[in-house]
């Protein structure tokens, strides 16, 4: 077994690594190429679940489907969560970290997989399974970094424990709550959510793990990266089914291109603010940050689901409103811009984009919709774009450098 101390470009050669801890001061962490094959079967999860979410919206049948979306993206991004952060403390990159790596990716497929019916019927079994997969994998990792790395050993012990008991919970779910009406569901499922996310914080009083700031930083900021790639890719589809059928209008170029402009807008507005000095400065506030970031993926992907509608409803028949359908867009873009505030304010003080910039504009972004019978859902998706650009425009000239006198 080579010691803490092998280069890690040989990680890859090298058949077994000691599990340490790494530093958090290492410098130049960046994405492994392993992380990076992780991220991509997210790729495939995020795809079904915004797919799913479209068709629920675009058949006037959004308030059932909803909890069920809220649910599922749960488990997509808490199994991304516990891996990057483990990752960030652990990564060995050998044999052994690697095939439980891919073991873990194969239960996200095997999710996202489940997703169709998870929607359709309320069946989680193959969610739950996959989910299990994920969840056995990673225990088996806590249990590995208990046995070679004294100093977290408490720590990790408390994760394998806290990890195993919430997944036994989540299997009794799967074959007792079936029968209940959707509202009991969602309050079970609630209520081991909040177990999940309590297991990290009683396994971190022994001491925290040592995950570093900058890297943690870029893993959500790639992971933010696909979910905007998958909106990307919900909004083509509908471009491809609009072109397919000769539907396509100059309503139809305008709604195209101001969601691509508006995509553009929320990945420029995520980089404004510096999360990594946040992370690095205020290590202790990292799970409301961690955690909070629930809302912004799940923001992100809803804006995609809202925006394949948009394009649908132009060309086609759909059965919701043509309000629905903008607040489908409208809705996650305000959840978004109060979240980068609500989540960085704690974190680095006065954000760098004014509150009154984000929350003002999330408000407007809100009434916008009200106007479209007035005037047409893509002048309303324009005016939503433009709140956005207006955002980062007031950002820019607010927080520009003073000229030296």
Same mark, same amino acid.
């Given at each position: ?299 992100? #992907? *809803? %804006?995609?689901?809202? $925006?394949?509608?948009?394009? &649908? !409803? =132009?060309?086609?028949? +759909?059965?919701?409103? @043509? /309000? ?37 504009? #999330? *408000? %407007?972004?809100?009434? $916008?919709?009200?106007?479209? &019978? !007035? =005037?047409?859902?893509? +002048?309303?998706?324009? @005016? /939503? ?21």
């Amino acid at each position: 077994m080579a010691n803490e101390h092998t280069p890690r470009a040989l990680s890859g050669i090298v058949p077994v690594i000691r599990m340490r801890a790494r530093d958090i001061d290492e410098p130049g962490r960046v994405s492994s190429p392993l992380e990076l094959l992780f991220d991509l079967t997210f790729v495939v999860a995020i795809a079904s679940i915004v797919s799913q979410l479209a068709h629920a919206i675009a058949g006037g049948h959004v308030g059932d489907a909803l909890p069920n979306y809220l649910m599922v993206f749960f488990a997509i991004w808490w199994a991304w969560l516990n891996f990057t952060w483990f990752a960030s403390a652990y990564d060995t990159d050998d044999v052994p970290y690697r095939l439980l790596t891919m073991v873990q990716m194969g239960g996200v497929l095997v999710l996202a997989a489940g997703v169709p019916s998870a929607f359709e019927a309320g069946d989680y079994l193959l969610v739950t399974l996959g989910y299990f997969i994920m969840r056995v994998a990673l225990v088996v990792q806590w249990l590995r970094a208990a046995a070679q790395d004294p100093s977290g050993r408490s720590t990790a012990l408390r994760y394998a424990l806290g990890i195993s008991v919430v997944q036994a919970l989540w299997i009794i779910r799967l074959f007792t709550t079936a029968g209940l009406p959707l509202g009991a569901q969602v309050a079970i499922f609630a209520v081991l959510a909040a177990a999940e996310m309590a297991v990290p914080v009683w396994a971190e009083r022994p001491g925290m793990t040592r995950w570093h700031p900058h890297h943690v930083a870029e893993r959500y900021a790639l992971f933010t990266i696909i979910v905007l790639g998958e909106s990307v890719l919900a909004a083509t589809t509908g471009v491809q089914s609009i072109v397919s059928a000769g539907a396509s209008t100059g309503e139809f170029v305008l709604l195209a291109a101001s969601g691509l402009a508006l995509l553009f807008g929320l990945w420029w507005v995520y980089f404004l603010e510096p999360a990594h000095e946040g992370l690095e400065k205020n290590r202790r506030r990292s799970f409301l940050w961690g955690y909070g970031h629930y809302f912004i993926f799940a923001a992100l #992907a *809803a %804006v995609g689901a809202g $925006l394949e509608v948009g394009v &649908e !409803a =132009v060309g086609h028949h +759909v059965e919701a409103p @043509l /309000v629905v359908v903008a607040y489908a867009v409208a809705i996650p873009v305000a959840v978004y811009l109060v979240m980068m505030w609500v989540l960085y304010r704690p974190m680095i003080g006065p954000t760098v984009i004014p509150p009154a910039l984000s929350l003002g504009g #999330a *408000a %407007v972004v809100l009434l $916008l919709p009200l106007a479209v &019978e !007035a =005037v047409s859902l893509g +002048v309303v998706l324009l @005016l /939503v774009t433009l709140v956005v650009a207006a955002v980062i425009a007031g950002t820019i000239f607010w927080r520009r450098p003073k000229a030296s006198a």
